[in-house]
């Protein structure tokens, strides 16, 4: 969508020309009138349109009456433009542009479009409340904790006020509010939203009533300075591409730091998750003797862990207490990995799950063992959600077993490292590397020699086999390090690993 002032511009510039009676045919059918239309949005296959809703008016008299009911900017500009290519590319004689009639329609059409492309056209703004509404006769079926309507009111001194609801009903029969948030931001800030809100109806002449259609609508008010009240409302718009109301709305969300707004469009972005903390508690009734009883007696073992990732920190830290004065902890760091792991789960998932009874867990969870588990989501603009329940295949939430992937996957590459690896301390650069491999469909394991330190217990390899040689492929299942004077076997009848294949 093209700025109003650039319509504005475009408009007072022509009036200019069409208005001099000197100006030649040649320049108001040069090509530069058509490129900027092409530039500011206008469509020039429009006309027809123009045409369906206002009719074919040629005469100047009828079309300066029909102007006053005028109010689409986009569509004039549009009806302008396929007016002018007529002459431009199908005209008997472009000259035809200069007659009376053709220029005072021309002039006519460019004095509208620079009266509705002025930069206040609905006066001094004091406000703008913006009601997105999910809720359509399409009969969708929405949870009772779902968001279906927003509120969201902008004044141009930078306070801001908005509210959301969910589909469950007050006494009243009114909506839920499920949040709330009010807060200022620069009133500069507030004038550009504003602004841009303003050009966007402006531009569009939103003012179509879809109360009834099957559709989910949004509504807007725009009051200013003088009190006078400007009414809108349309459906939101699902299309792939980016388009107008995809556009405006995104330019709201990063401004006012709100990615889940609904505002003209409905392609609100879900909250960002920026911390994810997982609290494990086992209680194990154990009955036996400790050190410092005296005699056999049960005593409860708490073992807790808690693992905690955090994108502000680019960390995920591991806690395990053991008991009996005994913690394990492990961080890791990593720049990019944890803003993946975090932007990869579904808010939704990690933190719904079925409602089970309770006398599940009476009849399921084993007698002298208990496991619990809180799981705590910090998000960027909903603040903190939780939840709690039995640690097992049922009670945990319907996203913990690819979050639990994720993260174990993560932990999992880096291992223990290599200094108390005897894979890396247990070897010498002059030992023989012998590996242990196994045949398809075989039980025997035979020995061959790696030239190469790159192969890896689960790799498969090519050797060869038999007394031709042939190749066929084999898993290693075992990796020696042996210096050659420990060699057993005389290296000369050990055969050799061909290569390693580029697929386990």
Same mark, same amino acid.
């Given at each position: 969508?093209?700025?109003? *002032?650039?319509?504005?511009?475009?408009?007072?510039?022509?009036?200019?020309?069409?208005?001099?009676?000197?100006?030649?045919?040649?320049?108001?059918?040069?090509?530069?009138?058509g490129?900027?239309?092409?530039?500011?949005g206008?469509? !020039?296959?429009?006309?027809?349109?123009?045409?369906?809703?206002?009719?074919k008016?040629?005469?100047?008299?009828?079309? =300066?009456?029909? +102007?006053?009911?005028?109010?689409?900017?986009?569509?004039l500009?549009?009806?302008?433009?396929?007016?002018?290519?007529?002459?431009?590319?199908?005209?008997?004689?472009?000259?035809?542009?200069?007659?009376?009639?053709?220029?005072?329609?021309?002039?006519?059409?460019?004095?509208? +479009?620079?009266?509705?492309?002025?930069?206040?056209?609905?006066?001094?703004?004091?406000?703008?409340?913006?009601?997105?509404?999910?809720?359509?006769?399409?009969?969708?079926?929405?949870?009772?904790?779902?968001? @279906?309507?927003?509120?969201?009111?902008? &004044?141009?001194?930078?306070?801001?006020?908005?509210?959301?609801y969910?589909?469950? %009903?007050?006494?009243?029969?009114?909506?839920?509010? *499920?949040r709330?948030?009010?807060?200022?931001?620069?009133?500069?800030?507030?004038?550009?939203?504003?602004?841009?809100?303003s050009?966007?109806?402006?531009?569009?002449?939103?003012?179509?009533?879809?109360?009834?259609?099957?559709?989910?609508?949004?509504?807007?008010?725009i009051?200013?300075?003088? $009190?006078?009240?400007?009414?809108?409302? *349309?459906?939101?718009?699902?299309?792939?591409?980016?388009?107008?109301?995809?556009?405006?709305?995104?330019?709201?969300?990063?401004?006012?730091?709100?990615?889940?707004?609904?505002?003209?469009?409905?392609?609100?972005?879900?909250?960002?998750?920026?911390?994810?903390?997982?609290?494990?508690?086992?209680?194990? /009734? !154990?009955?036996?003797?400790?050190?410092?009883?005296k005699?056999? %007696?049960?005593?409860?073992? *708490?073992?807790?862990?808690?693992?905690? !990732?955090?994108?502000?920190?680019?960390?995920?830290?591991?806690?395990?207490?053991?008991?009996?004065? #005994?913690?394990?902890?492990? /961080?890791?760091?990593? %720049?990019?990995?944890?803003?993946?792991?975090?932007?990869?789960?579904?808010?939704?998932?990690?933190?719904?799950?079925?409602?089970?009874?309770?006398?599940?867990?009476?009849?399921?969870?084993?007698?002298?063992?208990?496991?619990?588990?809180?799981?705590?989501?910090?998000?960027?603009?909903?603040? &903190?959600?939780?939840i709690?329940?039995?640690?097992?295949?049922?009670? +945990?939430?319907?996203?913990?077993?690819?979050?639990?992937?994720?993260?174990?996957?993560?932990?999992?590459?880096? $291992? #223990? $490292?290599?200094?108390?690896?005897?894979?890396?301390? $247990?070897?010498?650069?002059?030992?023989?590397?012998?590996?242990? !491999? =196994?045949?398809?469909?075989?039980?025997?394991?035979?020995?061959? @020699?790696?030239?190469?330190?790159?192969?890896?217990?689960?790799?498969?390899?090519?050797?060869?086999?038999?007394?031709?040689?042939?190749?066929?492929?084999?898993?290693?299942?075992?990796?020696?390090?042996?210096?050659?004077?420990?060699?057993?076997?005389?290296?000369?009848?050990?055969?050799?690993?061909?290569?390693? #294949?580029s697929k386990?």
């Amino acid at each position: 969508m093209a700025e109003l *002032n650039k319509i504005h511009n475009f408009a007072k510039k022509w009036l200019a020309e069409f208005r001099n009676l000197m100006v030649s045919y040649k320049k108001l059918v040069s090509h530069n009138f058509g490129e900027e239309c092409s530039e500011l949005g206008f469509q !020039v296959y429009c006309g027809h349109i123009f045409t369906e809703k206002y009719g074919k008016i040629n005469d100047p008299k009828v079309f =300066k009456e029909a +102007l006053k009911d005028i109010t689409d900017i986009n569509l004039l500009g549009s009806a302008i433009y396929s007016k002018w290519n007529y002459f431009y590319s199908w005209a008997y004689s472009s000259t035809e542009i200069l007659e009376d009639k053709n220029r005072e329609w021309f002039i006519l059409a460019l004095e509208h +479009l620079a009266k509705l492309s002025e930069a206040k056209p609905y006066g001094d703004i004091k406000k703008i409340k913006i009601i997105s509404n999910r809720v359509s006769s399409e009969h969708y079926i929405f949870n009772l904790e779902d968001e @279906i309507q927003q509120s969201l009111t902008i &004044e141009s001194d930078g306070h801001i006020w908005f509210s959301a609801y969910t589909s469950e %009903k007050r006494k009243d029969g009114k909506y839920k509010k *499920n949040r709330m948030h009010n807060f200022r931001i620069n009133p500069s800030v507030a004038e550009n939203i504003i602004s841009d809100i303003s050009s966007y109806l402006c531009y569009y002449d939103i003012t179509e009533n879809y109360e009834t259609a099957e559709y989910s609508v949004w509504t807007v008010e725009i009051i200013n300075q003088e $009190g006078r009240i400007y009414k809108f409302n *349309n459906h939101f718009i699902f299309i792939d591409d980016t388009n107008h109301e995809e556009y405006i709305s995104n330019k709201i969300r990063n401004a006012l730091k709100i990615p889940d707004l609904f505002l003209f469009d409905g392609k609100f972005e879900e909250d960002i998750i920026d911390r994810v903390v997982i609290d494990y508690h086992r209680i194990t /009734k !154990v009955n036996t003797k400790r050190a410092f009883d005296k005699e056999k %007696k049960p005593f409860d073992w *708490n073992y807790t862990e808690r693992l905690i !990732v955090d994108r502000e920190t680019k960390t995920i830290e591991h806690i395990q207490d053991v008991g009996l004065g #005994c913690t394990v902890s492990k /961080k890791y760091t990593s %720049k990019n990995e944890i803003d993946d792991i975090l932007d990869g789960l579904d808010i939704d998932s990690l933190l719904e799950k079925d409602v089970i009874e309770e006398k599940y867990f009476d009849l399921k969870i084993m007698p002298f063992e208990e496991r619990k588990y809180t799981i705590t989501a910090t998000l960027r603009n909903g603040g &903190e959600k939780k939840i709690s329940g039995i640690f097992d295949k049922k009670g +945990l939430p319907y996203g913990w077993e690819d979050f639990a992937e994720a993260i174990y996957s993560f932990i999992s590459f880096y $291992g #223990c $490292g290599e200094i108390l690896s005897p894979a890396v301390y $247990g070897k010498s650069h002059d030992d023989i590397i012998l590996c242990h !491999v =196994k045949f398809k469909d075989g039980h025997k394991t035979y020995n061959y @020699i790696s030239d190469f330190d790159n192969i890896d217990v689960g790799d498969k390899v090519v050797v060869p086999v038999w007394d031709d040689n042939h190749e066929t492929t084999a898993e290693v299942v075992k990796i020696e390090y042996i210096p050659e004077k420990e060699m057993t076997i005389p290296i000369e009848k050990i055969k050799h690993i061909i290569r390693k #294949c580029s697929k386990r």
